[in-house]
């Protein structure tokens, strides 16, 4: 499996989307803050009332949808919404619809696996809820009605590029799918403050994915080891279109993180974090070496069939990869944390996740 594979890590779901969203490329604006009508009260119906419980109604969904097909790959600004600035990024994935959302919405694919870039662990914790999610796949497809699936969802996210503050926050979770459109809409909605903000280590280039966690709190910056950061507010929906072989895929997101009460999140820092995950995620999705999901899922039974232990002594080489990176790049930090018993801290859904994508990057 070669390297294009897997550059990866985070569409949330939880789309957590590098906190503070620096270093991504130039963003395309589609205006000021242009919406079409009925917008923001479709992301209400979404957000307020199909989370909690409403029927979702496919009329006031309609604007979502109609503004994901009108905007196609652009980017840019949205209305402040829960006292958060908003942006929108369009982007095409190259796969039929159904294929799609198998790996996206499937127990035995992790999703760290799909999004390396941003996700280090996420786990449905309602009962069956996750299992709920292979009616979104599942043949015959399309199914005949609309399926709702509700849960909770417990996120813990990559080490951010530019202060190295990795969040854990629980996430209230709805996924509709409305056959008559052909559109499914994931909804994503952090009902309080994430946990505060610890300290993670990059190791390698961006590109690799390889990161190292710490449990101290506070962010690596210079000048800013002490802050307790958290993500205050964290809305998304992510909608994606079958359009046969292709599906036409949106994500807003609205976001506000700081410290103190104060938020530093502003409108092009989440811009700018969207443009990056088009990027990494389409380098995943749409490279031509993707494996099928069935693949991915006879990986994952093979690793969930083995013990704890084993599992960790097959990971040692794979983070003694991650050491002999870190000593040369003098990251002394990340070096006295991997030689001090790393994998003993590692769960068993961070091991199946770290074996999974070494095994897909083997040659």
């Known amino acids: 499996m070669s390297v294009p594979f897997l550059v990866r890590r985070g569409w949330v779901c939880g789309l ?6 620096f270093g991504a490329g130039p963003v395309h604006a589609l205006g000021p803050h242009p919406s079409l009508p009925g917008l923001e009260q479709a992301v209400d119906h979404l957000c307020r009332e199909v989370l909690l419980g409403h029927e979702p109604d496919p009329h006031r969904i309609a ?7 009108a905007q196609g790959d652009a980017a840019g600004g949205l209305f402040r919404y829960d006292d958060a600035p908003g942006a929108y990024q369009g982007f095409a994935i190259n796969l039929p619809m159904q294929r799609l959302l198998r790996c996206l919405y499937n127990p ?9 870039f941003s996700i280090r662990s996420s786990v449905w914790t309602t009962p069956k809820s996750a299992e709920a999610q292979r009616q979104l796949w599942a043949d015959p497809w399309p199914p005949a009605r609309t ?3 509700r849960g909770e969802q417990y996120d813990r996210t990559t080490a951010d590029l530019s202060t190295g503050g990795c969040y854990a926050m629980r996430l209230k979770r709805v996924l509709v799918l409305l056959p008559e459109a052909k559109a499914l809409l994931s909804v994503s909605v952090q009902p309080e403050p994430s946990e505060v903000g610890t300290k993670g280590y990059r190791v ?6 390889r990161y190292v966690y710490s449990e101290e709190e506070g962010l690596t910056k210079t000048g800013l080891g002490w802050v307790s950061s958290r993500i205050q507010t964290n809305v998304s929906i992510g909608v994606y279109l079958d359009e046969g072989e292709v599906v036409q895929s949106g994500v807003f997101q609205w976001m506000r993180a700081g410290w103190s009460g104060l938020s530093v999140i502003k409108e092009s820092h989440i811009r700018a974090s969207l443009v990056r995950y088009r990027e990494r995620i389409g380098a995943v999705l749409n490279a031509a070496d993707l494996p099928a999901p069935e693949e991915l899922e006879a990986l994952f039974r093979a690793l969930d069939g083995k013990f704890d232990a084993q599992l960790r002594r097959e990971v040692e080489p794979i983070l003694a990869g991650y050491l002999a990176q870190a000593e040369q790049e003098k990251n002394r930090t990340a070096s006295g944390i991997l030689e001090k018993g790393y994998a003993r801290h590692l769960d068993r859904g961070e091991l199946i996740g770290l074996l999974m994508r070494e095994r897909l990057l083997a040659p």
């Open 16 to 21: 957590i989307l590098f906190f503070f969203g």
């Open 147 to 149: 399926l709702v699936v």
């Open 108 to 116: 035995e694919i992790p999703q760290e696996l799909i999004k390396p």
């Open 204 to 209: 390698g280039r961006d590109e690799d994915s």
């Open 63 to 69: 604007p979502l949808i109609a503004h994901v097909r």
